[in-house]
């Protein structure tokens, strides 16, 4: 980014013609310190600049939305908030369905640099499709807070996750101590 500043710009680009997809059909948004991620082909998690008091104190996302595709991103609705303090909050997609694990949404909140919280919840195929598509009475998604230490980071294949340690975790009081 110019000056080290941390700032995008979003454009979405055609892995078949190798160009980015023309205006008025793409997701785009101006030079900012935007977090973006496919939540499907037509909706998009997006945390950006979105006027006052859309940016942590760091200058990073406070508020994430889910964006149609097709519509203003100004209309979008706000799917999930940090605090003005955090760092940056984010939201993406963990499709493991190809390795036998299933569809989950994480949301976090980076309170420091090296620190997190994480929450999860297990989605179905018509939770991707744009609000209007899904189907009448579905239910949302319930998050459920990743009881992980804040230090810690998570990856996902099939049904395992992965937890890396950056120091001693004992997840039950009591129980066994994990070393980092």
């Known amino acids: 980014s110019r000056g080290g500043s941390d700032a995008v710009h979003v454009k979405e680009f055609d892995l078949k013609t190798l160009d980015f997809v023309p205006e008025g059909e793409a997701f785009r948004l101006p030079e900012a310190k935007t977090r973006a991620s496919y939540k499907s082909r037509d909706v998009l998690l997006v945390?950006?600049?979105?006027?006052?008091?859309s940016l942590t104190d760091s200058?990073?996302?406070?508020?994430?939305?889910?964006?149609s595709r097709g519509t203003s991103i100004e209309d979008a609705p706000v799917v999930f908030e940090g605090e003005k303090d955090d760092v940056a909050v984010n939201a993406y997609i963990v499709d493991e369905r190809n390795w036998g694990g299933d569809l989950w949404q994480v949301n976090s909140r980076s309170i420091t640099f090296y620190t997190s919280k994480y929450w999860m919840a297990k989605?179905?195929?018509?939770?991707?499709?744009?609000?209007?598509?899904?189907?009448?009475?579905?239910?949302?998604?319930?998050?459920?807070?990743?009881?992980?230490?804040?230090?810690?980071?998570?990856?996902?294949?099939?049904?395992?996750?992965?937890?890396?340690?950056?120091?001693d975790w004992t997840p039950k009081e009591g129980g066994t101590t994990y070393k980092q």
Do not use: C
Request: without cysteine.
């Open 59 to 67: 200058g990073y996302p406070r508020v994430v939305k889910e964006w």
């Open 123 to 167: 989605l179905t195929e018509e939770h991707l499709l744009k609000p209007e598509d899904r189907p009448a009475g579905l239910p949302e998604p319930e998050f459920k807070e990743m009881e992980i230490q804040d230090d810690a980071e998570m990856n996902f294949l099939g049904k395992l996750m992965f937890v890396s340690l950056r120091s």
């Open 47 to 53: 945390g950006s600049d979105f006027g006052e008091g």
